[in-house]
Protein backbone atom coordinates (compact mmCIF):
# COMPACT_ATOMS: atom_id res chain seq x y z
CA UNK A 1 0.00 0.00 0.00
CA UNK A 2 2.68 2.76 0.90
CA UNK A 3 4.35 2.11 -2.43
CA UNK A 4 0.91 2.50 -4.46
CA UNK A 5 0.10 5.46 -2.12
CA UNK A 6 3.76 6.85 -3.46
CA UNK A 7 3.23 6.33 -7.08
CA UNK A 8 -0.05 8.01 -6.48
CA UNK A 9 1.23 11.18 -5.35
CA UNK A 10 3.71 11.62 -7.54
CA UNK A 11 0.90 11.59 -10.11
CA UNK A 12 -1.07 14.34 -8.50
CA UNK A 13 -4.58 12.12 -8.79
CA UNK A 14 -6.25 12.34 -5.88
CA UNK A 15 -9.54 10.24 -7.52
CA UNK A 16 -7.04 7.53 -8.31
CA UNK A 17 -6.04 8.19 -4.78
CA UNK A 18 -9.25 7.75 -3.04
CA UNK A 19 -10.36 4.37 -5.75
CA UNK A 20 -7.60 2.22 -4.69
CA UNK A 21 -7.80 2.93 -1.09
CA UNK A 22 -11.23 2.02 -1.10
CA UNK A 23 -10.88 -0.68 -3.46
CA UNK A 24 -7.83 -2.21 -1.03
CA UNK A 25 -9.99 -2.03 1.87
CA UNK A 26 -12.81 -3.71 -0.22
CA UNK A 27 -10.89 -6.69 -1.75
CA UNK A 28 -9.15 -7.68 1.88
CA UNK A 29 -12.70 -7.67 3.61
CA UNK A 30 -11.30 -4.94 6.03
CA UNK A 31 -13.99 -2.74 5.81
CA UNK A 32 -16.96 -4.14 7.98
CA UNK A 33 -14.00 -5.73 10.20
CA UNK A 34 -11.70 -3.08 11.11
CA UNK A 35 -11.89 -1.75 14.30
CA UNK A 36 -13.76 1.73 14.73
CA UNK A 37 -10.19 3.19 15.72
CA UNK A 38 -8.43 1.49 12.67
CA UNK A 39 -10.77 2.94 10.08
CA UNK A 40 -10.81 6.27 11.79
CA UNK A 41 -7.01 6.26 11.85
CA UNK A 42 -7.32 4.97 8.07
CA UNK A 43 -9.74 7.68 7.03
CA UNK A 44 -6.60 10.42 9.19
CA UNK A 45 -3.64 9.06 6.85
CA UNK A 46 -6.45 9.53 3.44
CA UNK A 47 -7.21 13.08 4.48
CA UNK A 48 -3.60 13.64 5.16
CA UNK A 49 -2.38 12.35 2.03
CA UNK A 50 -5.18 14.25 0.48
CA UNK A 51 -3.40 17.57 1.89
CA UNK A 52 0.21 16.62 0.68
CA UNK A 53 -1.40 15.62 -2.73
CA UNK A 54 -3.06 19.00 -3.19
CA UNK A 55 0.31 20.78 -2.22
CA UNK A 56 2.20 19.57 -4.62
CA UNK A 57 4.60 21.90 -6.75
CA UNK A 58 2.66 23.50 -9.57
CA UNK A 59 4.53 23.70 -12.47
CA UNK A 60 6.77 26.88 -13.27
CA UNK A 61 4.81 27.68 -16.80
CA UNK A 62 1.49 27.44 -14.66
CA UNK A 63 2.85 30.38 -11.72
CA UNK A 64 3.78 33.30 -11.21
CA UNK A 65 6.72 35.26 -9.63
CA UNK A 66 6.43 39.24 -9.35
CA UNK A 67 9.41 41.37 -8.18
CA UNK A 68 8.34 44.33 -6.93
CA UNK A 69 10.72 47.31 -6.30
CA UNK A 70 9.41 50.92 -4.45
CA UNK A 71 11.56 53.17 -5.44
CA UNK A 72 13.77 54.52 -2.02
CA UNK A 73 12.39 52.26 0.26
CA UNK A 74 14.68 52.32 3.74
CA UNK A 75 14.21 49.62 6.39
CA UNK A 76 14.11 52.16 9.45
CA UNK A 77 11.00 53.74 8.08
CA UNK A 78 9.09 50.27 7.44
CA UNK A 79 9.91 49.19 10.57
CA UNK A 80 8.23 52.63 11.98
CA UNK A 81 4.23 51.66 13.00
CA UNK A 82 3.18 54.74 11.94
CA UNK A 83 3.75 53.80 8.57
CA UNK A 84 0.75 52.69 7.01
CA UNK A 85 1.34 49.95 4.69
CA UNK A 86 -1.80 47.48 4.92
CA UNK A 87 -1.32 45.49 2.00
CA UNK A 88 2.38 45.17 2.72
CA UNK A 89 2.26 44.42 5.86
CA UNK A 90 -0.20 41.67 5.14
CA UNK A 91 1.92 39.93 2.90
CA UNK A 92 4.75 40.53 5.34
CA UNK A 93 2.72 38.60 8.56
CA UNK A 94 1.48 35.68 6.19
CA UNK A 95 4.87 35.71 4.28
CA UNK A 96 8.90 36.07 5.34
CA UNK A 97 10.25 39.16 6.19
CA UNK A 98 14.44 40.38 6.98
CA UNK A 99 15.14 43.10 9.60
CA UNK A 100 17.10 44.72 6.95
CA UNK A 101 18.43 44.03 3.33
CA UNK A 102 22.31 45.85 2.66
CA UNK A 103 22.25 47.21 -1.33
CA UNK A 104 25.22 47.40 -3.50
CA UNK A 105 27.44 50.46 -4.13
CA UNK A 106 26.83 52.68 -5.45
CA UNK A 107 23.43 53.16 -3.42
CA UNK A 108 21.87 54.25 -6.69
CA UNK A 109 18.48 53.31 -8.63
CA UNK A 110 20.05 51.25 -11.78
CA UNK A 111 22.66 50.00 -9.88
CA UNK A 112 21.12 48.40 -7.66
CA UNK A 113 17.63 47.25 -9.55
CA UNK A 114 20.66 45.20 -11.81
CA UNK A 115 22.10 43.79 -9.26
CA UNK A 116 18.15 42.27 -7.78
CA UNK A 117 18.33 40.90 -11.01
CA UNK A 118 21.23 39.70 -11.43
CA UNK A 119 22.38 38.62 -8.55
CA UNK A 120 26.08 39.75 -9.22
CA UNK A 121 28.05 43.29 -7.80
CA UNK A 122 27.99 45.80 -9.81
CA UNK A 123 31.97 44.90 -10.77
CA UNK A 124 30.58 41.92 -12.36
CA UNK A 125 26.95 43.83 -13.73
CA UNK A 126 29.08 47.13 -15.02
CA UNK A 127 26.11 49.28 -13.95
CA UNK A 128 27.50 52.52 -11.87
CA UNK A 129 25.05 55.13 -13.09
CA UNK A 130 21.64 55.17 -14.31
CA UNK A 131 22.58 55.23 -17.73
CA UNK A 132 25.86 54.82 -19.61
CA UNK A 133 28.69 56.83 -18.62
CA UNK A 134 30.80 57.92 -21.78
CA UNK A 135 34.01 59.76 -21.87
CA UNK A 136 34.74 62.26 -24.18
CA UNK A 137 38.17 63.44 -25.60
CA UNK A 138 41.12 64.62 -23.67
CA UNK A 139 39.16 67.92 -22.67
CA UNK A 140 35.65 66.59 -22.29
CA UNK A 141 33.43 66.43 -19.45
CA UNK A 142 32.13 62.67 -19.14
CA UNK A 143 27.86 62.43 -20.19
CA UNK A 144 25.53 60.03 -18.99
CA UNK A 145 23.50 58.32 -21.48
CA UNK A 146 20.28 56.88 -20.01
CA UNK A 147 18.63 55.07 -22.91
CA UNK A 148 21.00 52.46 -24.53
CA UNK A 149 20.30 49.47 -24.93
CA UNK A 150 20.42 46.49 -21.92
CA UNK A 151 23.37 44.96 -24.17
CA UNK A 152 25.56 47.74 -23.86
CA UNK A 153 24.78 48.55 -20.00
CA UNK A 154 24.69 44.88 -18.21
CA UNK A 155 27.46 42.24 -18.66
CA UNK A 156 25.94 39.53 -16.52
CA UNK A 157 22.80 37.26 -16.93
CA UNK A 158 19.44 38.39 -15.64
CA UNK A 159 16.87 36.14 -14.36
CA UNK A 160 14.64 37.40 -17.19
CA UNK A 161 17.37 35.93 -19.69
CA UNK A 162 16.91 32.74 -17.67
CA UNK A 163 13.40 32.14 -17.47
CA UNK A 164 12.78 33.13 -21.05
CA UNK A 165 15.59 30.46 -22.59
CA UNK A 166 13.36 27.89 -20.29
CA UNK A 167 10.61 28.84 -22.03
CA UNK A 168 8.71 31.22 -19.48
CA UNK A 169 7.10 34.21 -20.27
CA UNK A 170 8.57 37.45 -18.99
CA UNK A 171 7.41 40.96 -18.47
CA UNK A 172 8.38 44.33 -17.41
CA UNK A 173 6.67 47.44 -16.37
CA UNK A 174 9.42 50.62 -15.75
CA UNK A 175 11.75 48.28 -14.87
CA UNK A 176 15.18 50.17 -15.92
CA UNK A 177 18.92 48.68 -18.28
CA UNK A 178 16.49 46.70 -19.74
CA UNK A 179 15.78 48.59 -23.33
CA UNK A 180 15.80 45.75 -26.40
CA UNK A 181 17.22 43.43 -24.01
CA UNK A 182 15.40 40.45 -26.13
CA UNK A 183 14.24 38.54 -23.57
CA UNK A 184 11.00 39.98 -22.30
CA UNK A 185 7.47 38.76 -24.06
CA UNK A 186 5.62 41.84 -22.82
CA UNK A 187 7.31 45.12 -21.48
CA UNK A 188 5.84 48.54 -20.95
CA UNK A 189 8.69 50.95 -20.71
CA UNK A 190 9.66 53.45 -18.08
CA UNK A 191 8.99 56.02 -21.61
CA UNK A 192 6.41 54.03 -23.39
CA UNK A 193 6.56 54.06 -27.46
CA UNK A 194 3.09 54.14 -29.42
CA UNK A 195 3.10 51.00 -31.03
CA UNK A 196 3.92 49.40 -28.67
CA UNK A 197 2.00 46.12 -27.90
CA UNK A 198 0.85 46.46 -24.35
CA UNK A 199 0.77 50.46 -25.07
CA UNK A 200 -2.03 49.17 -27.91
CA UNK A 201 -3.66 47.23 -25.74
CA UNK A 202 -4.62 49.66 -23.38
CA UNK A 203 -5.73 52.52 -25.93
CA UNK A 204 -8.26 49.75 -27.42
CA UNK A 205 -9.48 48.63 -23.98
CA UNK A 206 -9.96 52.66 -23.13
CA UNK A 207 -7.67 52.32 -20.01
CA UNK A 208 -5.25 55.15 -21.55
CA UNK A 209 -5.15 57.40 -24.46
CA UNK A 210 -2.69 57.50 -27.57
CA UNK A 211 -2.27 61.57 -26.06
CA UNK A 212 -1.09 59.78 -22.97
CA UNK A 213 1.38 58.03 -24.84
CA UNK A 214 2.71 60.50 -27.01
CA UNK A 215 2.81 63.46 -24.08
CA UNK A 216 4.40 61.26 -21.62
CA UNK A 217 6.63 63.39 -20.68
CA UNK A 218 4.75 66.61 -20.82
CA UNK A 219 3.21 67.71 -17.49
CA UNK A 220 2.56 64.32 -16.31
CA UNK A 221 3.08 63.98 -12.76
CA UNK A 222 5.53 61.13 -11.25
CA UNK A 223 1.97 60.12 -9.17
CA UNK A 224 0.31 60.28 -12.33
CA UNK A 225 2.91 57.95 -13.98
CA UNK A 226 3.26 54.96 -11.56
CA UNK A 227 -0.77 54.67 -12.06
CA UNK A 228 -0.39 53.84 -15.29
CA UNK A 229 2.09 51.77 -14.70
CA UNK A 230 0.05 49.77 -12.17
CA UNK A 231 -2.93 49.39 -15.06
CA UNK A 232 0.03 48.39 -17.45
CA UNK A 233 1.16 45.52 -14.88
CA UNK A 234 -2.64 44.65 -14.33
CA UNK A 235 -3.13 44.60 -18.41
CA UNK A 236 -0.01 42.10 -18.55
CA UNK A 237 -1.44 39.69 -15.74
CA UNK A 238 -4.71 39.35 -16.48
CA UNK A 239 -4.27 39.17 -20.55
CA UNK A 240 -0.92 37.43 -20.65
CA UNK A 241 -0.08 35.58 -17.46
CA UNK A 242 3.62 35.91 -17.38
CA UNK A 243 5.73 33.48 -15.07
CA UNK A 244 7.60 36.52 -14.29
CA UNK A 245 6.86 39.89 -14.17
CA UNK A 246 9.22 42.67 -12.99
CA UNK A 247 7.06 45.65 -11.84
CA UNK A 248 9.14 49.30 -10.34
CA UNK A 249 7.23 52.32 -8.31
CA UNK A 250 9.02 55.44 -8.66
CA UNK A 251 6.87 58.30 -6.51
CA UNK A 252 8.58 57.15 -3.68
CA UNK A 253 11.83 58.32 -4.86
CA UNK A 254 10.33 61.53 -6.43
CA UNK A 255 8.92 62.88 -2.87
CA UNK A 256 11.90 61.55 -0.74
CA UNK A 257 14.61 64.13 -2.96
CA UNK A 258 11.92 66.75 -3.19
CA UNK A 259 10.61 66.82 0.53
CA UNK A 260 12.96 64.69 2.87
CA UNK A 261 12.20 60.45 3.86
CA UNK A 262 10.10 60.31 6.95
CA UNK A 263 8.24 63.56 6.37
CA UNK A 264 4.62 63.52 5.86
CA UNK A 265 5.13 64.00 2.06
CA UNK A 266 7.31 60.76 2.21
CA UNK A 267 4.94 58.87 4.39
CA UNK A 268 1.98 59.50 2.14
CA UNK A 269 3.93 58.22 -0.99
CA UNK A 270 5.10 54.44 0.34
CA UNK A 271 0.96 54.60 1.52
CA UNK A 272 -0.12 55.40 -2.22
CA UNK A 273 2.56 52.81 -3.48
CA UNK A 274 1.32 50.44 -0.99
CA UNK A 275 -2.57 50.97 -2.70
CA UNK A 276 -1.09 50.34 -6.08
CA UNK A 277 0.37 46.71 -5.04
CA UNK A 278 -3.46 46.05 -3.78
CA UNK A 279 -4.14 47.06 -7.32
CA UNK A 280 -1.52 44.30 -8.87
CA UNK A 281 -2.38 42.12 -6.36
CA UNK A 282 -6.41 42.39 -7.26
CA UNK A 283 -4.86 41.83 -10.75
CA UNK A 284 -3.68 38.57 -9.87
CA UNK A 285 -7.22 37.53 -8.20
CA UNK A 286 -9.00 38.02 -10.89
CA UNK A 287 -6.69 36.73 -13.27
CA UNK A 288 -6.70 32.93 -11.17
CA UNK A 289 -3.67 33.27 -10.07
CA UNK A 290 -3.31 34.42 -6.78
CA UNK A 291 -2.96 31.02 -5.59
CA UNK A 292 0.14 30.23 -7.85
CA UNK A 293 1.55 33.67 -7.13
CA UNK A 294 4.66 34.49 -5.68
CA UNK A 295 5.21 38.23 -4.12
CA UNK A 296 8.80 39.36 -3.63
CA UNK A 297 8.89 43.32 -2.57
CA UNK A 298 11.93 45.02 -1.71
CA UNK A 299 13.69 48.58 -3.11
CA UNK A 300 17.17 49.40 -4.58
CA UNK A 301 18.48 51.80 -1.67
CA UNK A 302 17.46 53.59 1.53
CA UNK A 303 17.21 57.05 2.12
CA UNK A 304 19.28 59.97 4.21
CA UNK A 305 18.12 63.85 5.15
CA UNK A 306 20.06 66.28 3.33
CA UNK A 307 20.61 70.15 4.67
CA UNK A 308 23.90 70.86 2.29
CA UNK A 309 25.15 70.38 -1.18
CA UNK A 310 28.63 70.01 -2.46
CA UNK A 311 29.18 71.66 -5.61
CA UNK A 312 32.41 69.74 -5.97
CA UNK A 313 32.63 70.90 -10.00
CA UNK A 314 32.74 74.61 -8.40
CA UNK A 315 36.41 73.91 -6.41
CA UNK A 316 37.50 72.39 -9.83
CA UNK A 317 36.71 75.26 -11.62
CA UNK A 318 38.37 77.49 -8.83
CA UNK A 319 41.22 75.32 -8.86
CA UNK A 320 41.37 75.91 -12.79
CA UNK A 321 40.24 72.07 -13.83
CA UNK A 322 37.41 73.22 -15.33
CA UNK A 323 36.99 75.96 -18.17
CA UNK A 324 33.46 77.47 -18.45
CA UNK A 325 32.05 79.52 -20.86
CA UNK A 326 28.48 80.92 -20.83
CA UNK A 327 27.41 78.40 -18.01
CA UNK A 328 28.66 75.14 -19.54
CA UNK A 329 32.42 73.34 -19.91
CA UNK A 330 34.27 74.40 -22.48
CA UNK A 331 37.00 72.29 -21.43
CA UNK A 332 38.25 70.53 -18.44
CA UNK A 333 41.29 68.78 -17.41
CA UNK A 334 39.48 66.99 -14.45
CA UNK A 335 35.34 66.66 -14.08
CA UNK A 336 32.88 65.35 -11.05
CA UNK A 337 30.01 63.63 -11.92
CA UNK A 338 27.81 63.48 -8.75
CA UNK A 339 25.31 61.09 -7.38
CA UNK A 340 24.13 62.19 -4.52
CA UNK A 341 25.73 60.34 -1.53
CA UNK A 342 28.48 59.94 -3.47
CA UNK A 343 30.56 61.19 -6.43
CA UNK A 344 32.85 60.18 -9.15
CA UNK A 345 35.79 62.31 -10.26
CA UNK A 346 37.26 61.61 -13.67
CA UNK A 347 40.79 62.44 -14.49
CA UNK A 348 39.85 63.35 -18.20
CA UNK A 349 43.36 63.49 -20.28
CA UNK A 350 45.01 59.48 -19.18
CA UNK A 351 48.21 61.45 -19.79
CA UNK A 352 47.66 63.66 -16.96
CA UNK A 353 46.65 61.05 -14.87
CA UNK A 354 49.74 60.27 -12.73
CA UNK A 355 50.20 64.23 -11.93
CA UNK A 356 46.39 65.23 -11.23
CA UNK A 357 45.76 62.43 -9.49
CA UNK A 358 47.19 63.36 -6.13
CA UNK A 359 46.20 67.04 -6.17
CA UNK A 360 42.67 65.77 -6.95
CA UNK A 361 43.10 63.59 -3.73
CA UNK A 362 44.26 66.74 -1.52
CA UNK A 363 41.51 69.20 -3.14
CA UNK A 364 38.96 66.83 -2.32
CA UNK A 365 39.60 65.33 0.60
CA UNK A 366 39.71 69.45 2.18
CA UNK A 367 36.25 70.21 0.97
CA UNK A 368 33.83 70.53 3.66
CA UNK A 369 31.38 67.65 3.82
CA UNK A 370 33.73 65.48 2.36
CA UNK A 371 33.80 62.36 4.33
CA UNK A 372 35.81 59.51 2.45
CA UNK A 373 38.13 59.70 -0.82
CA UNK A 374 38.63 56.74 -2.47
CA UNK A 375 41.32 55.68 -5.47
CA UNK A 376 38.97 54.28 -7.87
CA UNK A 377 41.79 51.23 -7.97
CA UNK A 378 39.95 50.32 -4.65
CA UNK A 379 36.50 49.57 -6.01
CA UNK A 380 36.92 46.10 -6.41
CA UNK A 381 36.82 46.75 -2.00
CA UNK A 382 32.94 48.17 -1.90
CA UNK A 383 31.53 45.70 -5.32
CA UNK A 384 32.84 48.11 -7.69
CA UNK A 385 35.21 47.62 -10.70
CA UNK A 386 38.70 49.23 -11.17
CA UNK A 387 38.33 51.82 -13.82
CA UNK A 388 40.45 49.63 -15.99
CA UNK A 389 37.46 47.43 -15.68
CA UNK A 390 35.16 49.64 -16.82
CA UNK A 391 35.22 53.26 -18.11
CA UNK A 392 32.40 54.57 -15.96
CA UNK A 393 34.18 54.31 -12.94
CA UNK A 394 35.83 57.07 -11.52
CA UNK A 395 39.20 57.81 -11.06
CA UNK A 396 38.50 58.59 -7.48
CA UNK A 397 35.28 57.85 -5.16
CA UNK A 398 34.30 60.36 -3.06
CA UNK A 399 31.52 59.85 0.06
CA UNK A 400 29.84 62.43 1.82
CA UNK A 401 29.56 63.31 5.24
CA UNK A 402 25.90 62.75 7.38
CA UNK A 403 23.66 65.48 5.93
CA UNK A 404 26.04 66.32 2.65
CA UNK A 405 25.41 65.69 -0.68
CA UNK A 406 27.21 66.48 -3.65
CA UNK A 407 24.88 68.44 -6.22
CA UNK A 408 25.38 69.43 -10.49
CA UNK A 409 26.34 73.29 -10.73
CA UNK A 410 29.13 75.27 -11.86
CA UNK A 411 27.75 78.72 -11.33
CA UNK A 412 28.33 81.11 -7.86
CA UNK A 413 31.17 81.26 -5.74
CA UNK A 414 30.42 78.74 -2.62
CA UNK A 415 31.17 75.05 -3.08
CA UNK A 416 28.69 74.23 -0.17
CA UNK A 417 25.61 75.54 0.45
CA UNK A 418 22.30 75.27 2.05
CA UNK A 419 19.83 72.87 0.23
CA UNK A 420 16.07 74.35 0.14
CA UNK A 421 14.41 71.96 -2.45
CA UNK A 422 17.25 68.64 -2.50
CA UNK A 423 16.10 67.27 0.82
CA UNK A 424 16.96 63.44 0.51
CA UNK A 425 19.07 61.17 -0.93
CA UNK A 426 21.08 57.63 -1.59
CA UNK A 427 24.50 57.30 -2.96
CA UNK A 428 26.37 56.82 0.44
CA UNK A 429 28.28 53.85 1.62
CA UNK A 430 25.92 50.73 1.80
CA UNK A 431 27.64 50.05 5.02
CA UNK A 432 25.33 53.12 6.33
CA UNK A 433 22.18 51.45 8.15
CA UNK A 434 20.28 54.47 6.74
CA UNK A 435 20.92 53.08 3.18
CA UNK A 436 19.31 49.22 4.01
CA UNK A 437 16.25 48.54 1.88
CA UNK A 438 13.24 46.48 2.68
CA UNK A 439 12.59 42.71 1.85
CA UNK A 440 9.61 40.53 2.31
CA UNK A 441 8.20 37.76 0.39
CA UNK A 442 5.01 35.71 0.34
CA UNK A 443 2.68 33.36 -1.52
CA UNK A 444 3.58 30.43 -3.12
CA UNK A 445 6.38 28.52 -2.08
CA UNK A 446 7.22 30.96 0.97
CA UNK A 447 7.15 29.67 4.13
CA UNK A 448 4.60 32.03 6.67
CA UNK A 449 5.94 33.49 9.64
CA UNK A 450 9.78 33.44 8.68
CA UNK A 451 11.33 36.63 10.27
CA UNK A 452 15.53 37.08 9.21
CA UNK A 453 17.78 39.74 10.37
CA UNK A 454 19.48 40.76 6.76
CA UNK A 455 19.67 39.56 3.59
CA UNK A 456 21.48 40.99 0.85
CA UNK A 457 19.79 42.40 -2.54
CA UNK A 458 22.57 39.90 -3.96
CA UNK A 459 20.18 36.90 -2.89
CA UNK A 460 17.37 37.87 -4.63
CA UNK A 461 18.33 36.70 -7.96
CA UNK A 462 19.16 33.40 -7.42
CA UNK A 463 15.79 33.04 -4.54
CA UNK A 464 14.01 33.72 -7.40
CA UNK A 465 15.90 31.41 -9.82
CA UNK A 466 15.05 28.54 -7.28
CA UNK A 467 11.25 29.63 -7.48
CA UNK A 468 11.02 29.08 -11.21
CA UNK A 469 13.47 26.38 -11.41
CA UNK A 470 15.84 27.91 -13.60
CA UNK A 471 19.97 27.75 -13.82
CA UNK A 472 21.26 31.18 -12.66
CA UNK A 473 25.02 30.46 -12.12
CA UNK A 474 27.94 32.52 -11.25
CA UNK A 475 26.19 34.47 -8.92
CA UNK A 476 27.95 36.46 -5.33
CA UNK A 477 24.14 35.65 -3.65
CA UNK A 478 22.92 32.38 -2.44
CA UNK A 479 19.04 31.13 -2.48
CA UNK A 480 17.55 31.89 0.51
CA UNK A 481 16.46 28.64 1.03
CA UNK A 482 15.33 29.35 5.23
CA UNK A 483 12.30 31.14 3.45
CA UNK A 484 11.59 28.44 0.99
CA UNK A 485 8.82 25.48 1.24
CA UNK A 486 11.09 22.40 0.59
Not at 328 to 333: L, N
Amino acid sequence: MPALVRGLLLKQNLEELSRELVRGWIISGTVNSLPRISLSLSLFIFISLCRVASAAPIPAQDRIVVLITVDGFPSWIWQDPNLVVPNLRKLAATGAVAQRMTVSNPSITWINHTTLVTGVNPQKHGVLFNGLLVRGGPTEAPAIEPWRDKADLVHAPTIYDAAFKAGLKTAQVDWVAILNSGTINYEFLEIPKLGGAIEQEMIDAGTIAADDIRNWAKNRTIVWRDDVWTKAASEIIEKHKPNLLLYHLLTTDAVNHANGPGTTASYTAYAYADRLIGDVLDSLTRAGLRDRATIVVTTDHGFKKVQKIILANVALRDAGLVRVKAGKVESCDAYVVPEGGLAFVYITDPAKRAGLLPKLKTLCAGLEGVKEVIDGQDGPKFGMPTPAENQGMGDLVLYAKDGYAFFQGLDGAEVVRESKTYLGTHGYPNTDPELDGIFLASGYGIKPGVKLERVRNLDVAPTIAELLGVPLPNVDGRVLTEILIP
